[in-house]
């Protein structure tokens, strides 16, 4: 027994113009654009393995597979409706008619859409890059997607930002030529302390640290006297770390506090509370030292400096956890339900 299958395509569904519309047209364009989803989708994959084994050029071949991705999911809707039968110079009128609803109805997935390609081929953010956002959110960007950028923290959270707000909004690229920053460490001392035996503790705790770039005239780390407070002497250490580091700003400052806190432990040096010295200038019309007679106080001995015991040993967790290398970046799509952050949409610049 033989299927005779020349009637589906010869069953017409609906004419267009001139053009009828067959049912087998309209199976073989449904296979057509299949095909070439099934192929992007292949390519994608490919280039993403390929992405992620290469030591350079990863921005490069992200640029790459997104044109081939969209190319040839175009190519294929463009095949398929042609297979279907549509004379798209007949469709013009009723096209255009057809493209203003839909522009007037998603006109922000256009935006967000040319936004993204803008962003890919401008390289102002590029995969792996660490960015800071105006609400104060960072992390690596792991994906430029068709409607919104994926940046991932280092808590590990993916946060989803529509594209067109990293074009019209304040981005801090952190990394964006693939070179590191110079960081600041506050820290303070008591009066009366040490500055050239602050400032060699401190900088041999920061040498110490493994993610410390070498010493050179353009990384050079430093120890700043940058006021006088209350109770204390304020310091700052200024330390060029690698880019590995770089991409964890809190984890870092954790590090290098903690080494700076043993430094000045180790070596003697009062980290202070805060304190007030009250001077009584006059008591009674009398002052000084007849004011102490008056009082029958005796004036306080001198202090004496106390015997400074060895600083015990510490685990400086947060300097583990900057030294473990970052993953790489992970371009794979947010699955459903995947928890996320979205910033809030930002009010309409005046």
Do not use: C
């Not at 640029?63 to 190519?75: D, H, L, M, P």
């Not at 770089?246 to 070596?267: E, S």
Request: glycine share 10%.
């Amino acid at each position: 027994m033989q299927t005779d299958f020349s009637g589906v395509d010869e069953f017409v569904l609906f004419t267009i113009g001139r053009t009828p519309v067959t049912l087998g047209g309209v199976i073989a364009g449904a296979l057509v654009i299949l095909v070439a989803l099934l192929l992007a989708r292949g390519a994608s994959l490919t280039l993403r393995r390929l992405r992620a084994r290469a030591r350079y050029g990863s921005a490069a071949l992200y640029i790459v597979e997104k044109v081939i991705t969209y190319g040839v999911v175009i190519i294929g809707l463009i095949a398929g409706l042609s297979t279907v039968g549509l004379d798209f110079s007949s469709l013009a009128i009723f096209a255009g008619a057809v493209g203003v609803g839909v522009g007037l109805g998603l006109q922000g997935v256009v935006k967000e859409f040319v936004s993204g390609l803008v962003l890919i081929f401008d390289r102002v953010v590029n995969i792996g890059d660490y960015v800071e956002l105006e609400g104060g959110q960072r992390g690596q960007v792991q994906e430029i997607g068709p409607r919104a950028t994926r940046i991932r923290n280092n808590d590990n959270i993916d946060i989803i930002v529509p594209n067109s707000h990293l074009i019209e909004g304040t981005l801090v690229n952190w990394t964006l030529k693939g070179d590191t920053r110079r960081i600041h460490i506050p820290f303070s001392v008591a009066y009366g302390a040490d500055k050239e035996k602050v400032r060699e503790a401190v900088l041999a705790a920061a040498r110490a640290m493994p993610f410390t770039l070498p010493e050179s005239d353009v990384h050079k780390s430093q120890v700043w006297l940058v006021g006088f407070g209350d109770s204390a002497l304020n310091f700052e250490l200024l330390v060029w770390p690698d880019l590995n580091a770089a991409k964890r700003p809190n984890g870092m400052q954790a590090a290098y506090t903690w080494a700076i806190d043993d430094a000045l432990r180790a070596a003697g040096i009062e980290i202070p509370y805060p304190q007030r010295d009250i001077r009584i200038r006059s008591l009674f019309g009398h002052e000084g030292e007849e004011a102490t007679q008056a009082l029958q106080l005796k004036p306080p001995a001198p202090p004496t400096q106390p015997d400074v015991a060895p600083a015990p040993s510490t685990t400086n967790d947060a300097a583990v956890d900057v030294a473990r290398p970052l993953p790489e970046p992970d371009p794979t799509p947010i699955a459903e339900g995947e928890p996320a952050i979205a910033p809030p949409e930002a009010p309409d610049q005046p």
